[in-house]
């Protein structure tokens, strides 16, 4: 998760939002019920 602007790669300016980043790079690692339970979790407390 990039929580204050110092995201894993480059970019050109810092992120001023909070920011879910996920890598599926390896999706034997990350099965979908798993992500989709992360950025359900991410966007309920984004609300709270």
Known sequence: M???G???YAV???I???AL????DDDA???ATV???IVTWW??????
């Open 2 to 4: 990039v929580l204050i």
């Open 6 to 8: 110092r995201p894993p």
């Open 12 to 14: 050109d300016q810092p």
């Open 16 to 18: 001023t939002t909070p």
């Open 21 to 24: 980043v996920i890598s599926l």
């Open 29 to 31: 690692l990350s099965p």
């Open 35 to 37: 992500v989709d339970r």
């Open 43 to 48: 966007h309920d407390a984004a609300r709270s």
